[in-house]
């Protein structure tokens, strides 16, 4: 089983609706979850991070957090053109984070 | 705040040539990574360093050695250059102990002939 897992898509959303990517990881010990967004020849960049279940709301973003089935998703309400990109998925082992495990990522294409 | 800055932003190398990837960071934190990412590879660690003195390898050390020169600068040398070290290289950096994440620089692209 891999670490992190996220579907590489490519995930087709219309402007407007409402885009959802998910992550599964396998350490249970997990403590942190890291969503980051990457523009296509351009760096990660940390877009939300989360530590408790439950969701996490920044703007148009929700992360949210199930432990127990060892979940992380990512909600982007009323999605832009600009919001198309890849999104990694990133989790630590234990509590720190020079031990972050990061997901192959899902390319997210919103439709104009 | 630069936050993390890398240099250079583009390298072309001959197979067997040496070359040095700079990195440093204004943002004081404690550890700081050298990823490469590959087409389908996703990131992958080279090496770390959790704290200034100290370095440790990642997924993928072979060919490459690292310098922790100060809290601030970390540099990441490819001694004798493969095709198959061509990749985009990004540097990192993060608190370290806090859990809030890494913070990374805008890359190298290298490719060797």
């Known amino acids: 089983q891999k670490e992190v897992e996220q579907n590489s898509g490519p995930l087709s959303v219309p402007e407007g609706a409402i885009a959802s990517l998910n992550c599964t990881y396998s350490?249970?010990?997990?403590?942190?979850f890291f969503w980051y967004r990457q523009y296509s020849g351009k760096s990660p960049e940390l877009i939300m991070f989360i530590y408790s279940n439950g969701d996490k709301e920044d703007g148009r973003f929700t992360a949210q957090l199930n432990k127990a089935s060892q979940y992380v998703s990512l909600l982007i309400r009323d999605s832009q053109p600009s919001d198309s990109a890849t999104y990694l998925c990133a989790v630590t082992r234990g509590a720190r984070d020079d031990k972050i495990i990061f997901g192959k990522g899902t390319r997210l294409h919103i439709l104009p | 705040n630069a936050g993390v800055t890398q240099t250079p932003k583009f390298q072309v190398l001959k197979t067997g040539q040496s070359m040095t990837l700079q990195c440093a960071q204004d943002m004081n934190h404690n550890s700081m990574y050298w990823y490469r990412q590959d087409p389908g590879m996703g990131l992958r660690l080279i090496y770390y360093s959790a704290s200034e003195g100290t370095t440790d390898k990642g997924e993928v050390p072979n060919g490459y050695n690292v310098s922790r020169l100060n809290k601030r600068e970390f540099s990441l040398r490819l001694e004798s250059a493969a095709p198959s070290q061509t990749s985009v290289y990004f540097c990192a950096s993060s608190e370290g102990n806090r859990g809030r994440g890494q913070f990374f620089g805008p890359g190298t692209r290298l490719t060797v002939l």
């Open positions: 350490d249970r010990g997990s403590q942190s």
